[in-house]
Nanobody, 126 residues
């Protein structure tokens, strides 16, 4: 069993920045990758970023590329999402997830992930 806890959400004006954190605990934590998704009201869960645990290779959709940066600290079992140039469209609940073993589906799909955190709200006002 893996437990994920997100933190760092909040309210910010457009153009501002936030950094989200997601700490993993439970058993001897190892992962293939960790990722961030978000869900805005009335919309489906959307891929935001992912990082491979071993070599820190990162993945982003075009909607956040150049504005968001995902990173991981293997010593702390923590993944971060640095968000800059925030827009009102970035308003959503942000979730982190973990993939424990080499997956057969892309990291951009939520069904690839084995465990999820409870989510943290990010609100961007114009």
């Amino acid at each position: 069993q893996v437990h994920l806890v997100e933190s760092g959400g909040g309210s910010v004006q457009a153009g501002g920045s936030l950094r989200l954190s997601c700490a993993a605990s439970g058993r001897t934590f190892t992962a293939y990758a960790m990722g961030w998704f978000r869900r805005a009201p009335g919309k489906e869960r959307e891929f935001v970023a992912a990082v491979r645990w071993r070599d820190a290779i990162t993945y982003y959709p075009d909607s956040v590329k150049g504005r968001f940066t995902i990173s991981r600290d293997t010593a702390r079992n923590t993944v971060y999402l640095q968000m800059t140039g925030l827009k009102p469209d970035d308003t959503a609940v942000y979730y982190c997830g973990t993939v424990l073993r080499l997956p057969t589906t892309p990291l951009s799909l939520s069904r690839t992930y084995d465990y999820w955190g409870q989510g943290t709200q990010v609100t961007v006002s114009s």
